[in-house]
């Protein structure tokens, strides 16, 4: 019977001893055996679970931890016993588990508390984590600790109350006034925790832009950035931030990392900067731009011309191609027509950006017919990073058989580099690369990459067996790791000794 049945049934109950003149044995006692029951079991479930908080694996405890959070009140007083275990994981634990239960834990605000200086990494970190969802309750509890000598502790504070959201901004709010440092910069931190829903902080954040402390003035910039789109108003002190050369390198660099998360608000005042003559500046719009992802694309059409600049500085290239990459398929039109560069470091620099691009999931088909063309490119780099890019897109599923015919004569390329890359490829194009089983076996006599081709034969699969006679040789080969992987090629391709 659950605790709502139980009530419910006693305060029927309660009606019928008043207003009934039936007999009230003949109601109550064929039930109260049942609500008897279930609470021997309730607390043996509770034990268990407890037990198993001890266990040294950590999904196992993780496990425990959601079963007890789910449990609710009758499970508080069990836990709070457990904060002062002596088992680092069980204070942890016992205590992400009364977070997982929100408001109603909020008995256990006192017995939490003390945990912020536990000596255990973990412990003060869960301890913060759980107030910030037991919510309001604990502030009254938190605030003293604002002014804590000790840095850890002011962090987690403010992490429990980043985590309540909007209803601790009242609390905050007169913090970022404070005559202590340490108090403001910590405020500050919580709020950029809270992100935007902590918006009304934005006057104060700005004032704080020009606060004599430096941790203060980077927790505000921060903070600015995480309101997102909500932190626009601030987008004329962030500029005016990075344009400032007598500010430390830090705090610009904060500065545009804000700016990126505020978004494509920004863009219109980061752009220009690209071709400022301040190393520092071009640098600092790159990587605002680049954590802008999609959203940054209108600055690609002033990207490319950093990509392609032999004369450019290196690590400005670099940021260039990197911020390119962030875009994702927006950004691929333009790549492909890279890959056409007269320069072969461009070539091969797209084609690499492509490689992460679909390792990362995004879509690269549209750059296969040109990747292809790379392949008879002069340049070995070149060369060898289409593919590198073909193969992760291979892996994808996004290589057909079409591809094939491209890939042959790789196999025969004067740098083992490209041949092991090309026999990988072909080798993740499974029954597709069917046609290329022949020229497989051959390579088995080629030292530098036989192993390679070995994999090869296996991943194919069915269309491979007529190389089982030739990979049988080599379960005797004297290179272990060439026996282990001939055995498994043959699994694969249903050989039974």
């Known amino acids: ?12 109950l309660s009606i019928l001893l008043v207003t009934s003149t039936i007999a009230i044995e003949s109601i109550a006692l064929p039930i109260l055996p049942a609500i008897a029951q279930n609470q021997p079991n309730r607390d043996t479930e509770i034990d268990r679970l407890i037990r198993e908080l001890r266990n040294e694996d950590y999904s196992t405890r993780s496990n425990a931890v959601d079963a007890l959070g789910k449990m609710g009140k009758v499970a508080i007083p069990k836990l709070i016993l457990l904060l002062k275990d002596n088992n680092a994981n069980v204070r942890s634990s016992a205590a992400e588990a009364l977070g997982k239960m ?33 919510g309001s309750a604990a502030i009254p509890n938190l605030m003293p600790l604002f002014a804590d000598k000790d840095k850890n502790v002011r962090d987690r504070v403010a992490y429990a109350l980043g985590r309540m959201g909007a209803v601790a901004i009242p609390k905050l709010l007169p913090l970022l006034d404070n005559q202590n440092p340490n108090v403001r ?40 950035g995480s309101m997102g789109d909500s932190g626009r108003v601030a987008i004329p002190n962030l500029i005016a931030l990075l344009k400032n050369k007598d500010k430390d390198k830090d705090l610009r660099s904060s500065a545009a990392s804000a700016l990126g998360s505020i978004g494509a608000a920004a863009l219109p005042n980061l752009i220009p900067f690209l071709k400022d003559r301040d190393k520092d500046l071009r640098l600092g ?16 059409p002033d990207l490319i011309p950093l ?3 032999r004369d450019e500085d290196k690590d400005v290239r670099d940021g260039a191609a990197a911020a390119l990459e962030s875009m994702g398929k927006a950004a691929i039109p333009s790549m492909i027509l890279l890959l056409k560069d007269k320069d072969a470091e461009v070539r091969s620099r797209v084609a690499g950006l492509l490689t992460y691009m679909s390792y990362r999931g995004v879509s690269t088909k549209a750059a296969i017919p040109d ?7 002069k340049n070995l780099q070149v060369r060898s990073s289409a593919i590198s890019a073909l193969g992760i897109i291979a892996m994808a599923g996004e290589l057909g058989a079409s591809a094939v015919p491209n890939l042959i004569p790789l196999l025969k390329d004067e ?42 034969l296996g991943s194919i699969g069915e269309s491979a067996k007529s190389a089982i006679p030739h990979l049988i040789p080599f379960l ?15 699994k694969k391709l249903g050989y039974k000794p």
Request: proline share 4%; net charge positive; glycine share 6%.
């Open 1 to 12: 019977m659950s605790d709502i049945a139980f009530s419910k049934f006693i305060k029927l």
């Open 102 to 134: 929100g408001k109603v834990a909020a008995s256990a605000i006192p017995q939490l508390m003390p945990l912020f200086k536990d000596k255990d990494f973990s412990v003060p970190s869960s301890a913060a984590a759980a107030l910030g969802e037991i």
């Open 185 to 224: 910069s910590s405020a500050a931190r919580a709020i950029r925790i809270m992100g935007a829903p902590g918006k009304a902080a934005i006057p104060k954040l700005i004032l704080l832009l020009d606060d004599n402390n430096a941790n203060v003035r980077s927790n505000a910039v921060y903070a600015l």
């Open 285 to 300: 719009a790159l990587s605002a731009i680049g954590r802008m992802g999609e959203s940054g694309k209108a600055a690609i």
């Open 307 to 309: 990509i392609q600049d």
């Open 371 to 377: 990747l292809m063309l790379l392949l008879k490119d």
């Open 415 to 456: 740098d083992k580099t490209v041949r092991s890359t090309a026999i990988s490829v072909l080798g993740l194009m499974g029954e597709s690369a069917a046609p290329i089983v022949p020229d497989l076996i051959l390579l088995l006599k080629d030292k530098d990459v036989r192993w390679r081709a070995i994999e090869a």
């Open 476 to 490: 005797k080969d004297s290179d272990g790791m060439i026996q282990s992987r001939a055995a498994t090629a043959l």
